[in-house]
């Protein structure tokens, strides 16, 4: 047998035997979760009897007021789950009771009690089962009593079968990278074309091997802390995750693309789609709908997001040093990179971590574009569409870098090569493509008063200097630190830069690292109290632009990137033997590994493991943290009252009555009775946040909806009982752009294959 298939037939056996252990274990995929008294917080309540069935009011301690032992709110999916009680009560007055505060039943009733059960004083063990139909955010466990005796020791709450699809997922994933590796180390293709600085590696199937698990390493290395069962808690988890679920729940609904997420807040709905680009938000919201488990959801995500910006900085940085294991140490620089690492674990930052992801490839096709190649155009254009649609203030920001990059080099575009042509390609490229959400959300923008814009401006949380360096410490949003391997590149590059001779310096190469020491530099500084902020606030345009970014600290992300070309850049010119060149790059990749794992021992599991499972985890889309600082909130939308009321449809007739009301995600149907006044009809208010484009039909035919108190979508009717059916429908013009996008993507392949690129080379 060759060696080839030998190490094939290893891979695959490897990852059958992991696939049968992971198939064994079927019992965490069930929900299972125990809590003792202890965790259960003590409350009273007031006008409690025995009998009943109606949601209570907590009340501070009185004589007559009945203490409750409360648990909640959990998230619990649909499904059959049974619970076991252990407990000693004295007399019959202790009740147990399980209810969903945020059900809303068919006849348009709030909150929904499964069990309602009196404690016997002669057991001392209580089973019961019961049936969720749909998926509840707000389940509350309570035990209310009059005995000041009784005490109970555990309450056991299981799921009767299976809930998650999680085992099969791990296996189609280790089944996968077998594949995907097999088919690397045996690939006979190179895509790495002659580049700019260096000459050609050895390809053979060991140095491919060699990449491949080195690259495998990393990964593993950058995703160390998504290995257990808990979700690492940062500053916008509760965020992130509800974007996943909110998704999830729209393409159910049938939403595609997605522009809102209806069940986000207290099922009102948020446009967040609309605004916030969420494209690579896709993948874990159709994990969702195959059944995975919201946490690995949200931990798959930052797997993928790591994955790809391996492969965008191996891109990115072998193309410009033309060696492959220089793009290979780059790149886990890169990946292993300080405010990288901060950004996921300790800020939860996905829409940012997306944009670093794609920040590589613009560096590297902007400099294509100007001094190097210039049919590598297309890296720019790839790059700035991933950025376009992680993160619009790592945009805003990808923006102002570009200019001034391409003005520093403007005389390079009317060359005797005509560089302006890839420019202008790679930017109508990224127009074209990306119309498809462009265009929706500066329509919206200018139609909608938006939160976002109403709010105080500026640039928060500069740092002290000091905290630059700092890499075994966190604290608030900071520090965010340079890193070490980025410091180290700056005076190497300088003392390389003043021993070449006049002619050597007019390589490009070291404009580009001017460029990127620069950037670098100023990026760090501008985190800090040093920087002149209220200055450069104050001057038009520029001001306004930079005063979006909210805070100081997210210019890293420019920097970081900046700071990693500037190694690249310093190996290459300093090393020409390939020997020394992998020495010092392996030493730069354990040093960037063992402050990694400081980082996380010291900072990120100390500092912010709650210890949320997927059997605890709450999704938080009944409340305000769904929404995080609710930016795209429409004018005239009370949070707090959506946060705090049932979403009820309601009507300002007395004799309104709903039946058969069904609701997920933006879409809604119920059928209602009422007698009309006498000026002949009423109005119907729905608890769907308004934005324009949701259709409202009353038996068939399509009625004009329009903003009612509190930002709510409202319609009138003029029949005394009638069907209703409501969904969001995107207009003609979104439909378009979404055309346009496709066809340009459609075009590029052709154009590609066709070779009709050669013209703009």
Partial sequence: ????????????????????????????????????????????????????????????????????????????????????????????????????????????????????????????????????????????LTIETTDSSMTFGRWNLRSIGLIWNDRYFFCLLLLFGAAAALWLINSRRSRLRPGTLLGRECSSAQTRLVLVLTAVFAIFVASIPLFNAQLIYGHDTFFQVARIEGMARALRSGQFPVRVHGGTLNDYGYPNSLFYPELLFYFPALLRLAGISLVNCYKSLFALLNLLTMLCGYLAFARLSRSRFVGMMAAILYLLNPYRLICIYYRSAAGEVAAITFLPLVFYGLYAILYGEKRDWGYLAAGATGVLQSHILTTELTAIFAGCFVLCGARRLFDGQRRW????????????????????????????????????????????????????????????????????????????????????????????????????????????????????????????MLSSIQFAYRLMSIGQTALCFLVVITLTLWLSDQRARRLAGTVLVCVSVIFAGILYETGIQTDTAFGYDKSHYVT?????????????????????????????????????????LARYGTNTSFAYQMQLPQQGQSTITLPITYIPNYEVTVNGEQVQTFKADGGRVAFTVTEPSGSVAVSYQEPLLFRLCELVSLAAAAGLVVAKKKGIFQVIE
């Fill in 620 to 660: 938080n889309l009944d409340n305000q943290m769904s929404v995080g600082q609710a930016e795209y909130l429409v004018s005239g939308n009370n949070l707090d009252e959506m946060v705090g009321n049932l979403p009820q449809i309601e009507s300002d007739n007395d004799s309104f009555a709903v039946t058969d």
């Fill in 421 to 544: 042509r890839a420019l202008v390609a790679a930017a109508a490229v990224v127009v074209l493509l990306n119309a498809w959400f462009l265009v929706p959300m500066v329509l919206m923008m200018m139609q909608l008063g938006l939160s976002v814009f109403q709010r105080t401006q500026g640039v928060g949380g500069p740092l002290s200097i000091n905290r630059l360096f700092y890499t075994n410490t966190l604290y608030a949003v900071g520090p965010h630190p340079v890193g070490w391997i980025g410091l180290f590149a700056v005076p190497f590059y300088l003392l390389r830069k003043g021993a070449a001779a006049p002619n050597e310096r007019a390589n490009p190469v070291y404009r580009l690292g001017d460029l990127m020491l620069w950037t670098g530099v100023v990026c760090a500084v501008g985190t800090t109290g040093f920087f002149p902020w209220d200055e450069i606030l104050s001057i038009p345009v520029i001001g306004t």
């Fill in 1 to 140: 047998m060759s060696k080839h298939r030998l190490r094939g037939v290893s891979i695959l056996i490897a990852a059958l035997l992991l696939c049968a252990c992971l198939l064994m274990n079927s019992g965490t995929d069930r929900y299972s979760v125990v809590y003792k008294q202890s965790e259960f917080r003590t409350e009273y309540l007031a006008g409690y009897t025995g009998e009943s069935t109606a949601l209570n009011v907590y009340v501070g301690q009185s004589a007559d007021a009945v203490k409750c032992f409360s648990l909640g709110p959990l998230c619990l999916e649909p499904g059959d789950y049974e619970m076991e009680l252990s407990y000693s009560a004295a007399d019959e007055s202790s009740v147990v009771k399980v209810y969903a505060s945020d059900y809303v039943s068919s006849d348009n009733s709030g909150g929904k009690i499964f069990v309602n059960q009196a404690l016997d004083p002669q057991q001392d063990l209580l089973r019961l089962q019961f049936s969720l139909d749909q998926q509840v955010d707000s389940l509350f």
